[in-house]
């Protein structure tokens, strides 16, 4: 992998057209795909029935990373409706119950034993980013140092305001739900690969983990890849939106690494100021109005994002990637996928109506 490629992955809920409800429909895509010829497209089982999970391939720049996912919502799209079944963008389902969701087969139902309801419940779906840095020392110094601006692309991607029935309040419950799990939320700092990779043998050896895969933090240096895998975002519902959230996300990787490079640094702040920028970002997404640690005041979300379009736009540019970055404004003038949700659930007065709305924008823009 090269340096800055990106891979994006995306989790999917499953729904009947007719009640627009979740359905267990993981097996019968899986069928489908299997048959498709050249709609065919690897899927991957998540904890629950009613998910799917995709992934692109390694991509080299941010126009290859669009058609992927361009086109994996599309081939996805056309092989849940030969099954009579739809597939949401949507990071909490607005009224299914998690208690009648199915679990997967094999190793979920493992543990799903071991962490019981607090895993059960935890219905729902991300997106994740991986950017590749080949050097793990590097890794682990831009990991430090992009902590800080998980909020900021949290309140970018919130779109799970809706829960059981429910306007939960917050702009991302996803990011209350999953935080009930241990080993997420902000990680900690570590000063070098060695480190990180010492805390991974002991946490397997003390049988906390069987593998560095079972740190679920917002973000992290994967075991697997040369990459960071950033997993703060929700699932956003459009495939612009995807894409430049990742956009920014790895121009942003691409700017701490050259600051790395040049021996300049970020400072590392404390977990507990970035969690106080977390909560403020799942509870107003793109509203939100976040603490400026380094000049201690408070600044609304749309001026902070300008300084991180600014502060990325060198590598951007180099990168290719700053046509996709900038859509990252038109996020902020439409309002994150969670505003955008209470506007169309007031329009069409039901939850049911809300559905239709999250699939149609679901394959906006595919192929």
Partial sequence: MADFSVGIEEEFFIVDPSTRALAPGYMDLFAASENAGSDAIELKEELHTSVVEVGTPVCSDIDEARHEIAGLRGKLDRLARQVDLRIAAVSTHPFSRWEDQ??????????????????RANLICGMHVHVCLDDPDERIAVYNQARYFLPHLLALSCSSPFWQGRDTGLSSHRAELFKRLPRTGIPSTFQSWREYSDFIDDMVRLECVDSGARLWWDLRPSVKYPTLEFRICDLPMTVDETVAIAALIQALVARLADHHRRNWSWRNYPVAFIQENKWRALRYGSNAKMIDWGRKTQAPLSRLLE??????????????????????RRIMERGCGADRQRREYLQRGDLKGLVDYIIEQTTLNTI
């Fill in 102 to 119: 199915g679990i997967t087969a094999g190793p979920y139902q493992e543990i799903t034993e071991r962490f019981q309801d607090t895993l």
């Fill in 307 to 328: 300084e991180l379009i600014e502060f990325v736009e060198p590598e951007a540019r180099r990168l290719g990637c700053m046509h996709e970055v900038v859509n990252c």
